[in-house]
């Protein structure tokens, strides 16, 4: 008869709720949190692993699978509209009202650095993904929600520093864990 994998330490490993922080630090846990959230928070490491094809082939080859595209996301609705969080998910604005000109690269000072999404078990330990490198890439701000509340849904993604070769194997964003 199947059985279920519960035992007397799965309540530890649950995640609570995600937090969403920028400068945050994986060592310690401290960074900004950015505000309120609604329904969760979701990281996807949208990876693309590829199968080489090949004249003859029947099926997929264990062995020759290999990592081809990376574009890390941590997406979410918003609700907390501070100026700090308007300046946020428009890249490269000086201020929520002054945003930057269409057609001009953003500078390196224009991206968020070590935004992260934080999970916090019952034990006090925390788990999340970091993004070293990221930027607001889409928002639909909602309008208001049958409680008065304006949502803004976000997706963040994460960025290789400007020279970085995706072929060295270093991925856009960061698993880590803190002991409670």
């Known amino acids: 008869m199947p059985q279920s994998g519960y035992n007397t330490n799965t309540p530890d490993g649950f995640g ?6 920028t400068a945050f630090n994986t060592s310690t846990g401290v960074g900004t949190k950015v505000g309120v959230t609604r329904g969760g928070l979701t990281f ?6 590829r199968n080489p094809e ?21 997406s979410g609705t918003m609700i907390e509209l501070t100026a700090a969080n308007l300046m946020m998910i ?3 604005g000086a201020t929520p009202v002054t945003l930057k000109d269409s057609g001009t690269f953003l500078a390196s000072g224009d991206y968020l650095t070590n935004v992260a999404i934080a999970f916090e078990r019952p034990d006090g330990s925390v788990f999340g993904y ?5 930027l607001v890439t889409t928002y639909d701000v909602a ?5 008065g ?6 997706t963040i993604e994460g960025r290789l520093e400007h020279g970085a070769t ?15």
């Open 130 to 134: 970091n993004l070293p490198d990221a």
């Open 143 to 147: 309008g208001q929600n049958s409680e």
């Open 90 to 92: 428009e890249p490269g």
């Open 166 to 180: 995706p072929d060295e194997g270093s991925p856009p964003f960061e698993a880590f864990e803190i002991a409670a």
């Open 16 to 21: 609570l709720y995600g937090v969403l922080y």
């Open 54 to 74: 090949y004249d003859g082939k029947l099926a997929n080859i264990k062995g020759i699978d290999r990592i081809t595209f990376r574009n890390p996301t941590i």
């Open 149 to 154: 509340e304006t949502e803004v849904a976000i």
């Open 44 to 49: 996807n490491p949208n990876h693309t692993i």
